[in-house]
């Protein structure tokens, strides 16, 4: 069979080179339109047909490319975008695929562009005409940052696959399930006045206080009544992140902030989260009323479970030989679920994700093209 696109290390090396930075801060965030395109041409010339979407109010695209019809298949997910990186802590190109000490550097290199190098290359080397499901191949925008292009996918897709693998780098182990994430700013504005005489003004230290006691005992709450054993940490946690509030020692504090974080287990949805919160602050803002703020920081990611009902989990264990597991950092699970089993595998570590110097290890080559062969065989043929 001839080669339809460029050897695996020629296509590798095109998707580092194009920045695809997502970041909160307007002036890094960065288009994926020119890596979409690319990407959207080697799937094409392996006569996949190609749909790509542009996120609502934004200059982000999101892939998905699919070969063969019916029913089921498999889908293959990855982010396009990567973060930001440290240009002092980098001693290599991060733009640049540079293979040194059996190693590939490189931005996104484990994290995750280079999960479609792989696939591209086992696409290009297999039997497509013989499938009988689906395979489609998904690349969505601004996961790094507040996961808009896996929402508007799973807003606007109407496919049905057996089964989703998402190519984060869990070192080739089988994820089932991760914590979520969400993290809330608490601003108490009190009225500033002269120390001298405390009902000269509205301390918002004090009301902050109250609010962290009542934070701990949710704290506490979320330890005794939930529990996942799943989890090294079985239980949500909370922390209490950052406090800022007051100036000279001699004046009543008029703004006080708090931001925390809460990691729930699967069991714990982030609308129960945000009910406990209000129930808990309840009477503290009904006295003070208009004087507290509560606001979401950053986008939240639910907790993930991958259910175990349709033997997905079974299938993809025997294939990989492997138990699966869960996770502590967050993906596109727990949105990808809803629409098929979701289980995270692929190559490279999290250990050198979104870390100076970022790599992949050569010695994920030949077991990622193994096990992406696998799968695409159980699923496709
Ligand atoms: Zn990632």
């Given amino acids: ?91 290599k190109d991060p733009f ?56 508007h996918f799973i807003k606007s897709t ?70 996942h054993q799943d989890f090294s940490i079985p239980y949500p946690t909370m922390n209490l992140s950052a406090i800022h509030g007051g100036d000279a020692i001699n004046r009543i504090c008029s703004l006080c902030t708090l931001n925390f974080e809460i990691r729930p287990i699967p069991g714990l949805t982030l609308t129960q989260i945000e009910i406990l919160i209000k129930e808990k602050l309840e009477k503290i803002i009904k006295k003070w009323s208009n004087r507290i703020f509560i606001k979401k920081l950053f986008s939240s990611v639910p907790a993930y479970k991958c259910s175990y009902k349709d033997n997905t989990i079974q299938i993809l264990e025997k294939l990989c030989q492997l138990n699966s597991t869960s996770e502590n950092y967050c993906t596109e699970a727990p949105f990808l679920e809803k629409i098929a089993p979701t289980l995270i595998l692929g190559p490279g570590s999290i250990e050198q994700a979104h870390q100076p110097d970022e790599y992949l290890s050569h010695s994920f080559i030949r077991p990622t093209k193994k096990i992406i062969n696998k799968l695409i065989h159980k699923f496709c043929y």
């Fill in 158 to 227: 109407i496919i049905k696959p057996d089964c989703i693998i998402i190519g984060e780098p869990t070192s080739l182990k089988l994820i089932n399930a991760h914590k979520g994430h969400v993290s809330y700013s608490i601003e108490v504005l009190g009225n500033t006045g002269h120390s001298s005489n405390p009902d000269n003004g509205v301390n918002s230290i004090e009301i902050m206080y109250h609010i962290i006691k009542s934070l701990l005992i949710l704290q506490k709450h979320f330890k005794r009544k939930y529990r």
């Fill in 1 to 91: 069979m001839t080669r339809k696109i460029p050897s695996f290390i020629q296509v590798y090396k095109s998707l580092i080179k194009i920045p695809t930075i997502s970041s909160n801060n307007k002036l890094i965030d960065q288009s994926n339109k020119n890596f979409i395109d690319l990407l959207s041409n080697y799937f094409s010339d392996l006569d996949f047909s190609i749909n790509n979407y542009q996120i609502p109010h934004t200059n982000k695209f999101n892939m998905l490319a699919c070969i063969g019809s019916g029913n089921g298949g498999l889908l293959l997910s990855g982010h396009s975008d990567t973060v930001d990186f440290d240009e002092n802590a980098w001693t």
């Fill in 96 to 151: 640049t695929l540079t293979e040194a000490d059996n190693r590939f550097y490189g931005l996104g290199t484990v994290d995750m562009k280079g999960f479609f190098a792989f696939i591209l290359d086992v696409i290009s080397t297999i039997n497509i005409k013989k499938i009988t499901k689906p395979i489609y191949i998904l690349a969505t925008a601004n996961e790094e940052t507040d996961m808009s292009g896996v929402k």
